[in-house]
């Protein structure tokens, strides 16, 4: 059975789709920002947006019945290079405690720019149940 879902702890997205879907035993998480629940970005610097993104990925996979710790595939887009510099120690930082029992597959990919302007990052994620 698929189970779409929009999850009310997220912002509503934009266009019709669903912020996470739920496949058997697969669950895939639409890109993710640095904004909460209400839209507010939660800060101009790629720290604060990308822990704000991956704690948006694990709202969207408690509605399907599942967590970080099941992820196993992040795609990461960064809409400056210069970002770099930052996001990558940071991320470094997070990642063990985030994913304790191994840390999933990940692309990270420079574009041009995000659909808003002022955010940094944007982040999907797929993961399967255990």
Avoid: C, W
């Avoid at 789709?17 to 669950?27: E, F, W």
């Avoid at 209400?38 to 822990?51: D, K, M």
């Avoid at 304790?100 to 993961?127: K, N, Y």
């Amino acid at each position: 059975m698929t189970h779409f879902r929009i999850p009310s702890t997220l912002l509503p997205p934009p266009g019709p789709y669903s912020q996470v879907v739920r496949a058997g035993d697969l669950a895939f998480v639409s890109g993710q920002v640095g904004a909460d629940a209400t839209g507010e970005l939660v800060g101009p610097g790629i720290p604060e947006q990308a822990t704000q993104a991956l704690e948006n990925i694990s709202l969207a996979l408690a509605e399907v019945g599942m967590s970080l710790a099941d992820v196993v595939k992040l795609t990461i887009f960064v809409a400056d290079a210069a970002d770099l510099a930052t996001l990558v120690p940071h991320m470094d930082a997070l990642f063990p405690a985030l994913f304790p029992a191994g840390l999933p597959a990940s692309s990270l990919v420079i574009v041009q720019r995000l659909f808003d302007p002022a955010l940094r990052i944007e982040i999907e994620a797929i993961a399967r149940a255990r």
